[in-house]
C-alpha cells in the first residue's frame, strides 16, 4: 500500500490541535448518562460504581476495518464510555489549566477522549479513525498527548499507512519502555483521592490497559537476595513480541544497579505467564480471588472462575505484547516533527525487592532505590524507542502535571515551525548550555541533530 503524502497547511492557526490524555484521564459515564469516573462523591468514598470489565473475550478474524489484525482478540464491553479529558475533580484539578488555555485557541481544536481500562490496541483503533476525520476537514493534525496516551498514539505515527495524518506530535512522561510500577497499583492497591475501593486490585486485574506496563522477561525488574533464588527455569528465546529494545540509559541503570548490589539476583518470573501470577501469588492471586465477585460469562458456574481468569489475563497479555511489538522504530516510516517531555528530578519507584523487609504479601515496594523521573514514570521510560528521532525536553513539573509547564506552549510552536518537513531532524541548530561545575558556570555549544537537550 503506498503511504499517503502529508499536505501541510504553513499557517499555525489553520493547524488542528488534538488533545489525548493518560490513563484515568477521561470520565467515563454509563448508559444512563450517569458520571461514573470521577465524581467528587466517587473521589471522596462516598459512592463506588462498578468499573470492572467483563472477564469474556471473543477472536476476530478477517475484520476489513481492522486489516493489521491488531484487534485479534477483543474483550466484551459493558454500558461504560468515555465522555471528556478531566479538567478537575472538585477543587483539584488534572488537565484543567492546559484544557482551558487550548479551548481559547484561534484554530481547529479536538479532544480524543477514550476509554483508559480496555485494550489500547483498541484505543489506537478509534483514534486513527478519530484522525482520520479531523485530518479530511483541516489536514495533518498536531497531536498533543499524555502518559498513557502517548503508546496510543505513537502507534498510530509508527504506521507508515497513517504518518501522514500528523503535521507533529509531542508526548509529555509517555512510558514508551516497560515498568514495574504498575504491580504496586495491582498488587498493593492505590486509593484514588479517598476512595480505596473503585480502581482497586479486583478492578485493574479486569482492564486490560493495564498489561501493557509489564516487563517482558528480558527487562528484570524484581530482584531477590541471592540466598533466596530460586533454581533457574528454562525459558524459550524471546521471541519478536516479547524482546525488549533496551536504551543506553536502561542498560547502564541496569548494570549500575547489580555492581552497586553484590547481594542481589534477578528474580525469575515471567509477567507474561499468568502461571507465574498464580505461582509466585501476584496481585489478585495474593488474595481470596476465587470468591471475589467477578463479572463471569453468562452461564459460567463458580468453579469455572480459575479457568475464566487465567484466560481473560492470557487474551489480555497477548494484546498487550501485540501493542509493544508496534512501538519499535520502523525505518519504512518517515516520522513527523516530534518531541518529548519528561522528568529527571524526582525519586521514582523502578524495582521491587522480592520478600524484602518491608514486603506486602511477598514483594517489598519501598526497600530498594528508585531511579530518576516525574514520579510516576522514570526519565529512561519516557525517551523514544531507540533509533526514532524526536527533540527532548526537561521539566522539573511532576507527572500528573507536565503539561503546566509553560515551555510546553514554546515547544508545540517550535514543532509546528518545522512545517511537518520529513527531514526535519536533519535541520541543525547551535544550542547554548549553561552549567554550574564545582560552583563556576560553564558556557559551552552544541551543535545537534536528532535529540536535542533544552
Known amino acids: 500500500m503506498a503511504t499517503a503524502q502529508r499536505i501541510l497547511s504553513k499557517n499555525p492557526e489553520e493547524i488542528p490541535l488534538i488533545f489525548v490524555p493518560g490513563v484515568k484521564g477521561s470520565s467515563l459515564q454509563d448508559k444512563n448518562g450517569k458520571k461514573v469516573w470521577v465524581s467528587p462523591k466517587q473521589a471522596f468514598g462516598l459512592e463506588d460504581p462498578h468499573l470492572d470489565l467483563p472477564l469474556e473475550w471473543y477472536e476476530v478474524h478477517n475484520d476489513p476495518e481492522d486489516p ?24 483539584f484539578h488534572i488537565y484543567g489549566k492546559w484544557l482551558k488555555l487550548a479551548r481559547k485557541l484561534k484554530r481547529p481544536y479536538f479532544e480524543f477522549a477514550y476509554d483508559w481500562r480496555r485494550d489500547l490496541n483498541e484505543g489506537s483503533h478509534l483514534f486513527r479513525k478519530f484522525l482520520e476525520n479531523v485530518y479530511e476537514k483541516h489536514g495533518p493534525a498536531q497531536v498533543v498527548t499524555h502518559s498513557m496516551g502517548g503508546l496510543v498514539v505513537f502507534s498510530v505515527v509508527n504506521d507508515p499507512k497513517y504518518t501522514h495524518l500528523f503535521h507533529n506530535v509531542l508526548f509529555a512522561g509517555s512510558p514508551f519502555s516497560q515498568e514495574i510500577g504498575f ?35 528480558d527487562n528484570p525488574k524484581v530482584f531477590v537476595k541471592k540466598e533466596n533464588v530460586l533454581p533457574t527455569r528454562q525459558h524459550p528465546e524471546p521471541d519478536h513480541l516479547h524482546t525488549t529494545m533496551h536504551s543506553d540509559q536502561e542498560i547502564r541503570h541496569h548494570e549500575e544497579f547489580l555492581r552497586d548490589h553484590p547481594d542481589l539476583a534477578v528474580f525469575d518470573v515471567d509477567f507474561y505467564d499468568p502461571n507465574d501470577w498464580i505461582q509466585h501469588k501476584i496481585g489478585i492471586f495474593s488474595m481470596d480471588y476465587l470468591n471475589m465477585q467477578w463479572k463471569l460469562p453468562s452461564g459460567a458456574k463458580k468453579e469455572d472462575t480459575e479457568r475464566i481468569l487465567i484466560n481473560h489475563m492470557s487474551r489480555s497479555l497477548h494484546q498487550a505484547a501485540h501493542l509493544r511489538r508496534r512501538l519499535r522504530f520502523d525505518p519504512n516510516v518517515a516520522y513527523p516533527p516530534m518531541a518529548m517531555l519528561k522528568n529527571s528530578t524526582h525519586p521514582t519507584f523502578a524495582r521491587v525487592l522480592r520478600d524484602g523487609p518491608k514486603a506486602i504479601r511477598g514483594f517489598d515496594f519501598e526497600t530498594l532505590p528508585k531511579t530518576e523521573g516525574d514520579i510516576r514514570v522514570s526519565a529512561a521510560s519516557a525517551t523514544l524507542p531507540r533509533g526514532i528521532p524526536c527533540e527532548e525536553y526537561t521539566t522539573e513539573e511532576e507527572h500528573a502535571y507536565l503539561l503546566d509547564d509553560p515551555q510546553v506552549w514554546r515547544i508545540m510552536d517550535k514543532l509546528n515551525n518545522y512545517a511537518g518537513d520529513p527531514e526535519w531532524f536533519h535541520k541543525t541548530e547551535i544550542t547554548i548550555v549553561r552549567r554550574k561545575v564545582e560552583g563556576k558556570t560553564v558556557t559551552s555549544q552544541h551543535r545537534e541533530h536528532v535529540i536535542r537537550v533544552l
Open 183 to 217: 504491580l504496586f497499583d495491582m498488587h498493593a492497591g492505590v486509593p484514588n483521592g479517598f476512595n480505596n475501593h473503585i480502581l482497586d486490585p479486583k478492578v485493574l486485574f479486569t482492564c486490560a490497559s493495564g498489561s501493557a506496563f509489564y516487563p517482558f522477561h
Open 68 to 91: 493489521d489484525g491488531h484487534l485479534r482478540w477483543r474483550q466484551m464491553k459493558d454500558d461504560i464510555v468515555p465522555r471528556k479529558p478531566i479538567s478537575k475533580v472538585a477543587r
